[in-house]
C-alpha cells in the first residue's frame, strides 16, 4: 500500500473515531467521553444504567446506521461513476434513488409488511437504472447530458406519483417525507443487522471486479477488445447498486450526494481513479462523512433536530455545481 494511502486510511479511522465519541457523548442527555471509553473498554466507566441504556439502545445503532449507509452509497456512487465514465453520476442525480422511495411509497400505500419496502425499493430501482442506461448510450458510450436529463425526468415523473401519494394519504404521510429528507432516527440493531448483508455482498463484489472495472476506465471498445463484456458487467454493476440504494432508501429514505462528493474526494486526495485504491477508501470515507452530517443534524440546533438529507445536500448542492463547472472548463 502506498504511505499516502495508508495516510488517508489512517485519518479517516481517527476522524471516524473521534466523531464516533463525540456523537455518542451528546444529545438530550450528556455522557462523560471518558466513560463511554471506559466503559466499551471494560473498565466501568461510572455510566448510570439509564446512560447506558441510552448509548447501547439509542445512540450506538444510529451510529453504526450512519456509518454502514455512508459505505453503501459511496460504494454505489464510484460503481455508477465508473460505468457511466464520468464524475458527474450518481444514484441519487440520475434518478434510481427517486425510483426506490417510489417503489417504498408503494409497500406503504398497499400496506405491505415491513421487508416489502426494500424489496419493492430495489426492483422499482433496477428496472429504472436499466431504463436510464439504456436510453443514455450513445453509440457504445453512455452520453452524460443524455444521462442528466433522463435522471431529471425520472426523477420529477416518480416524485408526483409520490407527492400524489402523500395527498392521498394525508395527515399519515409523515414516514414518507421522512424518506424524502432522509431519517436516522429509527435505526436499531435488527435494521443494522438486515444493512450488513447487502453492504458484505456489494463491497465484496465490487471489489472482485475492480480490475474490470479499471478497464472501463480506458473506454468500452479497448475493455470489450482485453476480454471484458463490458454490456454484461455494467448491467450487473448497475444491479448491484440498486440493491444498495434499494435497502438504503427503504431504511433511512433518500440522502443524497454521498455518492457524488465523497468518490471524487477520493479521487482528488489519491490523485488515482483505480477502483483498487477507490473501493475500500470510498466506502470508509463515506461512513465517515454520513455519521458527520449526522451529527450535525442532530446538534446543530438541539434539540430540533435536521434531517440528514437537508445537511447533505448542504455540502452536495454546491459540490455537484464545483464539478459541472469544472468538466464545462475541461470540456
Given amino acids: 500500500m502506498h504511505s499516502s494511502t495508508r495516510k488517508i486510511y489512517v485519518i479517516l479511522i481517527v476522524l471516524l473515531f473521534m466523531i464516533s465519541i ?48 455512508g459505505m453503501l452509497l459511496s460504494s454505489s456512487g464510484t460503481v455508477v461513476q465508473t460505468v457511466f465514465q464520468n464524475p458527474l453520476a450518481d444514484p441519487y442525480i440520475i434518478g434510481i434513488a427517486a425510483s426506490a422511495t417510489f417503489g417504498a411509497v408503494l409497500a406503504f400505500v398497499f400496506n405491505l409488511p415491513d421487508i416489502m419496502y ?8 433496477v428496472v429504472v437504472s436499466l431504463i436510464i442506461f439504456k436510453l443514455s448510450k450513445s453509440g457504445n ?9 433522463i435522471g431529471i425526468a425520472i426523477s420529477s ?12 394519504i394525508g395527515e399519515n404521510s409523515f414516514k414518507i417525507v421522512t424518506w424524502m429528507m432522509g431519517y436516522l432516527g429509527s435505526a436499531s440493531w435488527s435494521k443494522i443487522v438486515i444493512l450488513l448483508f447487502p453492504l458484505m455482498v456489494s463491497v ?20 470489450h477488445a482485453l476480454g471484458v463484456n463490458v454490456e454484461k458487467l455494467k448491467k450487473r454493476m448497475l444491479i448491484v447498486s440498486s440493491l444498495i440504494v434499494g435497502f438504503s432508501v427503504a431504511f433511512t429514505g433518500m440522502i443524497g450526494f454521498v455518492g457524488l462528493i465523497v468518490p471524487h474526494t477520493m479521487r482528488l486526495l489519491t490523485k488515482s481513479s483505480s477502483n483498487t485504491k477507490l473501493i475500500p477508501l470510498a466506502s470508509l470515507g463515506g461512513g465517515v462523512f454520513l455519521l458527520f452530517c449526522d451529527t450535525i443534524g442532530r446538534t446543530i440546533i438541539a434539540p430540533v433536530e435536521v434531517p440528514i438529507g437537508v445537511v447533505t445536500s448542504f455540502f452536495g448542492a454546491p459540490f455537484f455545481l464545483y464539478l459541472a463547472m469544472r468538466s464545462k472548463k475541461g470540456g
Fill in 22 to 69: 463525540f456523537s455518542l457523548s451528546t444529545g438530550s442527555v450528556l455522557i462523560p467521553k471518558t466513560g463511554i471509553v471506559k466503559y466499551f473498554l471494560g473498565m466501568g466507566g461510572d455510566l448510570s444504567e439509564s446512560m447506558k441504556t441510552i448509548l447501547v439502545n439509542v445512540r450506538l445503532p444510529r451510529i453504526l446506521m450512519a456509518v454502514l449507509i
Fill in 118 to 125: 426494500g424489496v419493492l425499493a430495489f426492483v422499482t430501482s
Fill in 141 to 149: 458510450k453512455s452520453d452524460i447530458t443524455t444521462l442528466l436529463i
Fill in 157 to 168: 415523473f416518480l416524485g408526483a406519483f409520490t407527492s400524489f401519494a402523500m395527498y392521498l
Fill in 204 to 223: 465484496f463484489y465490487f471489489f472482485a471486479k475492480r480490475h474490470e472495472l479499471d478497464l472501463l476506465l480506458s473506454g468500452d471498445e479497448e475493455a
